[in-house]
């Protein structure tokens, strides 16, 4: 005699992960942050946020932003740096620099801090 269990498990099915849904809501957050180092100056592009900013209010911060659903780390890193400052950066420049998981409960945010050489000119003038 077997179980429904065991007939269950057993039973064929094309694609079993085609019935698993999406887990994004339980994910761990991803985020991007680009080091952007201009080495003729030696300095690095930092931006200081407004004091209506969602965190770090009046401070100094390297571009950093989350993914979008589906979104591969590179792009986000690409797409952040551009929505910040302008600055356009092709993917294949990006390097690794570090890589942060803070646990805040069951887990949090991981964010890979990439760096980039300086562009030679910005893509669009800025406010």
Not at 40 to 69: C, H, I, Y
Not at 100 to 109: E, N
Request: charged residues 20%.
């Amino acid at each position: 005699m077997t179980s429904d269990f065991t007939r269950n498990v057993s039973a064929p099915h094309p694609n079993p992960l085609a019935e698993l849904k999406p887990a994004l809501e339980s994910m761990t957050p991803l985020m991007a942050a680009v080091i952007v180092h201009d080495k003729a100056t030696n300095r690095v592009v930092l931006l200081q946020r407004s004091e209506k900013a969602k965190f770090a209010q009046d401070m100094w911060d390297l571009p950093v932003g989350k993914s979008e659903p589906g979104e591969s780390i590179t792009q986000t890193a690409v797409r952040e740096l551009y929505e910040e400052t302008g600055l356009v950066v092709k993917p294949e420049a990006l390097k690794v620099a570090h890589i942060i998981h803070g646990a805040w409960g069951r887990s949090g945010p991981a964010c890979c801090l990439v760096t980039a050489p300086l562009p030679p000119q910005r893509s669009r003038p800025r406010a």
